[in-house]
């Protein structure tokens, strides 16, 4: 079966645009997550959904920071008005229910100039 | 979320076992213990996690200290593949995220 699948694995944008990226997290996986790792640098937690809920969205850095989730499968990271700092590796993963094991994708590269 | 030390890199040589360590002396009696590794450009991939008593898998074996402040990751004979970052974890039981720290880097020699 397919893991974690992440697009685009690279983007670069000028700063000031909106990005979108997105996950495919492993079928039936009812958990989700959002983590940005900058260069050199730990996993940084963002969001987390349950279902198409996020009932914790703790790590989401400013208001240009959005994510949803629809039909409990698909999630979009939306970043408005891109800045340079947002410049990292997106990963996002997915957990079965009851199960502890986080199955992470590899991840989407966000360079902004 | 109760905090991990982590030595910042290890290395060791090929067919050698490895002891990671980890000190998490503020661990409550509900923190699950976890391992996490992130090989060069991939996202981070589980190893093993345990509660109190040693745990063995087919990657790695988790030894848990009695009272619980520590932990070793024990990868029995390293290989070029497990050149990584190890992350050592607290999650305790029902919470949902996983906060990771900054992990030791490992090098293996060939």
């Known amino acids: 079966g397919a893991g974690v699948s992440q697009s685009p694995s690279n983007k670069v944008t000028e700063k000031g645009k909106d990005v979108e990226l997105r996950c495919d997290p492993i079928s039936g996986h009812t958990a989700l997550y959002w983590y940005r790792q900058s260069l050199g640098q730990g996993l940084e937690f963002l969001i987390y959904f349950q279902g198409n809920s996020a009932p914790d969205k703790s790590g989401l850095p400013s208001d240009r920071f959005s994510a949803e989730r629809t039909g409990g499968s698909v999630s979009t990271l939306t970043i408005q008005r891109t800045q340079q700092e947002d410049s990292a590796v997106y990963l996002c993963a997915s957990r079965a229910p009851l199960n502890t094991e986080a199955f992470f994708g590899q991840g989407t590269r966000l360079t902004v100039v | 979320d109760a905090k991990t030390t982590q030595p910042n890199s290890m290395e060791s040589n090929e067919e050698e076992p490895v002891h990671l360590p980890c000190n998490h002396s503020?661990?409550?009696?509900?923190?699950?213990i976890h391992w996490y590794r992130q090989l060069p450009s991939q996202g981070p991939e589980y190893v093993i996690h345990g509660l109190t008593s040693n745990v063995n898998n087919r990657m790695a074996s988790l030894a848990i200290a009695e009272d619980r402040k520590s932990s070793t990751l024990i990868l029995h004979r390293a290989t070029l593949r497990d050149a990584a970052v190890y992350y050592c974890i607290l999650r305790e039981s029902g919470a949902q995220k996983l906060v990771f720290g900054q992990g030791t880097r490992l090098t293996i020699n060939p």
């Open positions: 503020t661990i409550s009696g509900t923190d699950y």
